[in-house]
């Protein structure tokens, strides 16, 4: 009769393979980010261990592109609070949506006139009055 063989207690246990009900982004801190550039500028001479590095991780070589990118902008330099895009752009992007907003606010106000004026002509009742009899 075979014997039942206990895993070791120190064995990790399985990690869950039942998928989440909600998705949700992987966020890291900026010491991991700083951590992470640190060891993959000392393999750069090595063939293939950049990649093993990003394999052990989980990580894609997007993720080191962008965040050599914050290094050099200096957003790595501060405290690890999650980035977000400035404010002056947000404030462009607003004026622009509020230019193109109170443009076709001016083409809708021309097509309302032009309305009630055909309906002046022909005798009938826009939304402002009631319908004759």
């Known amino acids: 009769m075979p014997m039942k063989v206990d895993p070791a207690p120190d064995t990790p246990e399985t990690p869950s393979v039942e998928v989440p009900a909600k998705a949700t982004r992987r966020t890291f801190t900026t010491g991991y980010k700083k951590r992470i550039l640190e060891k993959a500028a000392s393999l750069k001479g090595s063939p293939g261990r950049i990649g093993a590095l990003l394999r052990e991780e989980g990580l894609y070589t997007s993720h080191l592109t962008a965040w050599r990118k914050e290094l050099r902008q200096g957003r790595l330099d501060g405290p690890g609070v999650k980035q977000g895009r400035p404010v002056q752009h947000d404030s462009r992007r607003l004026l622009r ?37």
């Open 97 to 133: 949506e509020n230019k193109r907003l109170q443009e076709r606010l001016r083409v809708a106000e021309g097509i309302i006139q032009v309305q009630r004026k055909l309906c002046g002509l022909f005798g009938l009742p826009t939304a402002d009055e009631e319908p004759r009899k």
